[in-house]
């Protein structure tokens, strides 16, 4: 094990629930943990037993004052998530006696963790690796349960043993390149390794290539659906964008960002997160063209993922109407006539005519009709209509993504230059280049400062 020193921070969300656990990782956890601890049967924490809980009283040892009242985690390591001694001190009181304990701990001989600093040493101890360690940040940002799901499968491993397999393949193919190098006289060597070189190369791009597949799924669950409501003046955008929000729950993100002249609201749409841009648009001037101008808003149109188009029902289908739908032609739409509370006026056949197939759900956002349907609209959209497996390994994390890209492309070259002869000493090199691109997915030969620069993005505490 690496030799550290002991870190400590508060590892739960500031101002929420009513837990606030401080966490200390590293050599002297027990020992500062002791200096601050008196509990009734004066028990030393050095001596207790490894994962077990213990009530008391954090005390400052210079001063005997009593600052909170705790549950201490004992864990020694390496069984715990960053293979060194853990203490997790379960606070009840509010955020300023946590802060108070926490100042206590580094007044003790702790330092103050860095972002993700806790996750990092998990990976310099080998207890994950980084697919793993950055599915653990996905896991803290995780907006539904199938964006969740799909963080966790990372975490347990699925995605590196998939790049692990793929990388033993390579090796193997690699093994028959070194033969043919290696006896280059024997025309049956090389016949034959050309063949299941052949073989054995296409099968680790259809594999490569089937995971990128899942990508844009993938990226979707992770950064939400990016959805633009859009709609004439008082067809029932902001109505809309209330009962989704409503209705599903919006979902509080802690994603550091990008301050941008609109805001994101994420909310929950049976496992879609879907990511509603220009809400802040939508409620305050009931219009975004007026907001952020015309450019700006076909801009946002174009980086959606899906529109809603709002229609009046109760009014004739306008020109502008018309124009919406010449705008968003080529993109993931869903049509919603609203107001059906109302007698009908627009022409719903002329409406379903110029969707070409796209949905069109109709609602009374005033009577909360409708609303299932368009949920439900949703979703099919996003899922295809094919049950979704659950098996199913998504590659999710841009740089997953832009890795995976280039290993296809460089074990493309390899096959083409197989099949048009080149020497296979080039073959080689575009071999070894994929599977140190897929090796950088899961952290074996990386640069440490894209190391500290991925840590850095998590949350203090993690
Ligand atoms: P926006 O300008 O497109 O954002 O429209 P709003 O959501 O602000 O709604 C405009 C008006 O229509 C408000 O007075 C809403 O209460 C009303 N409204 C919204 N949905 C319905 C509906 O389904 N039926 C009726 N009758 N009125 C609605
Ligand atoms: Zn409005």
Redesign the pocket.
């Known amino acids: 094990m690496l030799d550290f020193d002991t870190i400590a921070a508060i590892s739960t969300p500031m101002g929420e629930g009513a837990i606030a656990i401080v966490r200390l990782s590293g050599d002297e956890a027990f020992t500062i943990a002791n200096a601050i601890f008196k509990s009734p049967g004066n028990k030393n924490l050095l001596d207790v037993p490894s994962h077990t809980i213990h009530y008391g009283h954090i005390v400052d040892p210079k001063t005997d004052e009593t600052i909170e009242e705790v549950m201490m985690s004992v864990m020694k390591g390496p069984r715990t998530f960053t293979r060194e001694d853990i203490v997790e001190i379960n606070c009840h009181g509010g955020i300023v006696s946590v802060n108070r304990v926490l100042q206590l701990v580094l007044a003790n001989g702790a330092r103050l963790a860095e972002p993700g600093e806790f996750t990092k040493r998990a990976f310099l101890n080998g207890r994950i690796d980084l697919s793993q360690a950055e599915a653990v940040m996905d896991l803290i940002r995780a907006k539904t349960d199938k964006a969740m799901n799909v963080a966790i499968n990372q975490m347990e491993g699925r995605l590196s043993n998939l790049i692990r397999k793929l990388r033993q393949e390579i090796l193997e193919t690699l093994a028959h390149v070194e033969v043919n190098i290696d006896y280059p006289e024997y025309d049956d060597v090389e016949e034959m390794t050309h063949s299941i070189l052949i073989e054995k190369a296409t099968k680790v791009r259809d594999e490569i290539a089937q995971l990128l597949q899942t990508s844009q799924q993938g990226k979707i669950l992770r950064e939400g659906l990016a959805t633009v409501i859009v709609?004439r003046?008082?067809?029932?955008?902001?109505?809309l964008l209330n009962s989704l929000v409503q209705d599903t729950k919006a979902i509080v993100t802690d994603i550091p960002g990008t301050t941008r002249d609109v805001i994101e609201e994420y909310v929950n749409v049976r496992g879609v997160p879907l990511r509603l841009v220009d809400t802040a648009g939508?409620r305050e001037t009931?219009d975004i063209v007026e907001r952020i101008g015309v450019e700006r808003s076909r801009q946002y149109l174009k980086e959606a993922d899906l529109i809603l188009l709002?229609l009046n029902f109760h009014d004739d289908f306008t020109e502008e109407d018309e124009r919406l739908f010449e705008a968003v032609k080529g993109m993931d739409y869903i049509v919603i006539v609203?107001?059906t509370?109302?007698p009908q006026k627009i022409n719903l056949e002329k409406v379903t005519e110029l969707a070409e197939g796209h949905p069109v759900v109709t609602?009374?956002?005033?009577?909360e009709e409708g609303i299932d349907q368009l949920e439900e609209a949703i979703a099919a959209l996003f899922f295809e209509g094919s049950v979704e497996s659950q098996d199913l390994t998504y590659v999710s994390n841009t740089r997953h993504i832009a890795l995976l890209t280039q290993a296809q492309s460089s074990i493309d070259e390899a096959i083409s230059g197989i099949e048009s002869g080149i020497p296979i000493d080039i073959v080689q090199i575009d071999l070894t280049r994929t599977w140190e691109l897929l090796g950088e997915v899961i952290g074996e030969s990386v640069h440490e400062s894209l190391i500290d620069q991925l840590f850095s993005q998590f949350c203090l505490g993690k």
Do not use: A, Q, W
């Open positions: 709609g003046p008082n067809v029932g955008k902001s109505s939508i009931e709002v609203n107001k509370d109302l609602t009374s956002l005033l009577r």
